[in-house]
């Protein structure tokens, strides 16, 4: 509702005139009904007036091709009404040096709620402080696209920028705003073959899983990266545990993305509605009814399928039919590596790539897999040989110490740039693996920490057929061994999260973890606040990818307590390096049996199921830990760690339910035999590389390796 004074009642009413909803207009004059059943014959009574009949559309309410021919975007910013009327702003940038007539031109599409529709140009507004100039963590569309001699359109999400409508995150008109921007582009007559592909990382990359999930008719192909699939498991709560640090930040920032222009917003919005700009002034008029997603997290500490699943990625995947190409880290500080969980999802697709690495957020883009998205692109959205451009060539050392501040790899011409057969390229492609693990990320000759793999492995399928579940058994003296312990024991710790920082680059700026060599602190464990269980020397390479589990048999003082396991590699030298954690909180240890397996236990995380751990006695819990791919080197030792949550990961915080005076006790060997279980390929060896250097590794602190009081 718009138009309405500040404070008035208003009521919706169905077709049989009866009140389904009430509501009170904001001082914008503006209200939103939520969760209204599709139909048609709606009105809004405000006083004694009455509006015109309307119709609730459901998800299967397309419009019709005419709805978007109709529609025509000129270079520079535009503004588009999707289905319901709201208006979203979109921005044309053309390949560079090039014009309209130019044209047709192959396109690409970044959809984001970040400054991604802002329409100055963003390579000529680096180092300057320009409102106007959309940001950095949409260079995709705004910088690279044009620069690889695509046509980019950039669209602005629902309630944020100049967009209209109200900021409601992953809800499904945004998602469906996806499929219409989708519709709209591919109806220009610049657009080469009416078809459209999708670029983008992070939250650009997260809004293509929606939106090939709604299936948009002229959608040619999709490229998300560094993505995450699960709004709660994934990202707010992993292990059941509230994530305070990033997750908890980035949604507030994009709260207050989402207040109304000039008084807040983003800077372009302020700064065109400061201008006089007719549309992004009526676009602020939704702004007062975003949906508070701070506290939708708190009121839902447990996962409540209404709020979590349908604004989940991972629930469009299996709808996704586009050639696909994905990348991500598996240590990744801000989206976290429970995305892989979500992969399975796309086995029905068979034109599917997936690049997966040890690494951070930006390492996506890294020269081990950009050339591979620009063939990706040349070969499903344009029709063309991949060529990349030499300016590309030229500038790729600068750009990626200007986004990342690393050095890197150099990025190299594309393997089919010679060829003039489309065809027959893209056959070729078609048949490079379904999935390239990129491995030791950061190891090679540029520096320590420069982006680029050193060596990769090639799977047919994720979750990798090869896999065998490998146990290692927690024994007494800290021992791990891959033989079940015939004699009983246990130890205990103190679950103490203040004993160690809560993160590992606490107190220091942010991008400073894309950093060749990041300022970690990664501190060991405080004695007797945590257990440690060590292998001996491997005598062989011990190559794991996937994800893995803790199986604790656990007694606690506490009725509840909250678990973290870490994994990590003891080298010959004394260094230990960070691989990976796993999270729970105990009472939420029950199990969907229909998708948990022994490498992957799947917590349900709903209320019904949560349950206090019993008064001296005990339980097993199945610790489900992110998945990884490392190789643990001949010479090194396994270890894994038991403590209370925190200190491990870069920018995630945990609101953790332990106080310091928690005393848990892990059982061992005989009926109680507590293990780690990991998801090996005992066919794979780390082909003969040496053994990185201990700061290398992108995403993997080190430290001096210190036993813990049990002796691991």
Not at 47 to 68: D, E, M, Q, Y
Request: a positive charge; glycine letters at 10%; one cysteine or more.
């Amino acid at each position: 509702m718009l138009g309405a004074k500040s404070g008035q009642a208003l009521l919706l009413a169905n077709s049989r005139g009866i009140v389904v909803a009430r509501g009170k207009a904001d001082r914008l004059g503006s209200f939103i009904f939520s969760e209204v059943t599709p139909a048609s014959g709606y009105t809004v009574r405000a006083a004694t007036s009455t509006s015109r009949p309307f119709k609730v559309l459901g998800i299967n309410s397309n419009p019709p091709a005419t709805f978007f021919k109709a529609k025509k975007l000129n270079v520079g910013l535009n503004y588009v009404a999707v289905r319901d009327g709201i208006e979203i702003a979109m921005t044309v940038r053309l390949p560079v040096g090039k014009k309209l007539s130019d044209g047709p031109f192959p396109t690409i599409v970044e959809y984001s709620g970040y400054q991604v529709a802002a329409p100055h140009d963003l390579l000529s507004s680096l180092g300057k402080n320009d409102p106007l100039a959309p940001a950095g963590s949409t260079s995709v569309g705004s910088l690279i696209a044009p620069l690889l001699d695509f046509a980019a359109v950039s669209v602005q999400m629902r309630g944020s920028g100049c967009s209209g409508g109200a900021f409601d995150l992953f809800g499904l008109p945004t998602t469906y705003d996806g499929y219409d921007a989708i519709e709209t582009v591919a109806a220009q007559a610049w657009v080469k073959g009416h078809k459209v592909g999708m670029g983008g990382i992070s939250f650009s990359g997260i809004t293509q899983l929606f939106t090939a999930g709604t299936q948009p008719p002229h959608l040619a192909a999709i490229s998300p990266m560094s993505v995450t699939d699960d709004l709660y498991a994934a990202t707010a709560f992993p292990g059941g545990i509230k994530n305070t640090g990033f997750a908890l930040s980035w949604v507030k920032e994009r709260m207050s993305d989402a207040a109304p222009a000039p008084e807040g917003g983003q800077p372009w919005a302020r700064a065109l509605v400061n201008a006089g700009d007719k549309n992004c002034i009526a676009n602020q008029k939704l702004r007062l009814q975003t949906r508070d997603v701070v506290k939708v997290f708190d009121d839902n500490p447990f996962r409540t399928p209404s709020e979590f699943d349908q604004r989940s990625p991972g629930a469009w995947m299996s709808k996704i039919k586009v050639p696909t190409f994905l990348v991500g880290q598996f240590q990744d500080e801000q989206t976290g590596a429970h995305f892989v969980e979500s992969l399975n999802q796309l086995a029905g697709n068979p034109n599917v790539w997936i690049s997966l690495q040890n690494g951070v957020h930006v390492d996506s883009l890294g020269p081990s897999t950009v050339v591979r998205w620009v063939e990706f692109l040349n070969l499903f959205v344009a029709d063309r040989i991949p060529k990349v451009s030499p300016t590309v060539l030229a500038l790729s050392d600068q750009l990626y110490a200007l986004i990342a501040g690393a050095p890197a790899a150099p990025v190299l011409q594309s393997r089919f740039a010679a060829m003039t057969n489309v065809a027959a390229a893209k056959a070729i492609f078609k048949r490079d693996p379904r999935v390239r693990l990129l491995m030791d990320n950061g190891a090679g000759p540029q520096g320590l920490g420069s982006i680029g793999a050193t060596w990769e492995l090639a799977y047919g399928a994720w979750p990798i057929r090869e896999v065998k579940a490998k146990s290692y058994y927690l024994g007494a003296g800290g021992s791990l061994t891959s033989t079940r312990p015939v004699l009983s024991g246990s130890a205990s710790y103190i679950a103490d999260p203040g004993a160690r920082p809560q993160q590992t680059l606490h107190g220091v700026g942010a991008g400073d973890d894309w950093k060749a060599q990041p300022r970690y602190d990664w501190q060991p464990l405080a004695t007797g606040k945590g257990l440690g269980f060590t292998t001996k020397a491997l005598v062989k390479d011990l190559i794991v990818a996937g994800s893995s589990a803790v199986e604790l048999y656990l007694k606690s003082s506490a009725k509840d307590t909250d678990l973290q396991v870490t994994i990590s590699e003891v080298r010959p030298d004394g260094k230990e390096t960070y691989v990976q954690n796993g999270w729970l909180r105990a009472s939420h240890r029950k199990l969907d049996l229909r998708r948990s397996t022994l490498l992957g236990p799947w917590p349900t995380n709903l209320k019904q199921d949560a349950a206090a751990l019993p008064t001296g006695a005990f339980t097993l819990v199945r610790i489900p830990i992110f998945a990884f791919a490392h190789a643990f080197r001949a010479g090194s030792k396994l270890r894994v760690t038991v403590e209370a949550v925190g200190g491990d990961r870069a920018i995630w915080k945990f609101n953790t339910i332990d106080s310091g005076k928690t005393v848990n006790t892990v059982a061992f060997g005989g009926v109680r035999a507590s293990r780690l279980v990991l998801a090996a390929i005992p066919t794979a060896t780390a082909k003969g590389t040496p053994l990185p250097s201990a700061t290398a590794l992108r995403g993997e602190p080190s430290r001096e390796y210190v036993t813990a009081k049990n002796g691991g």
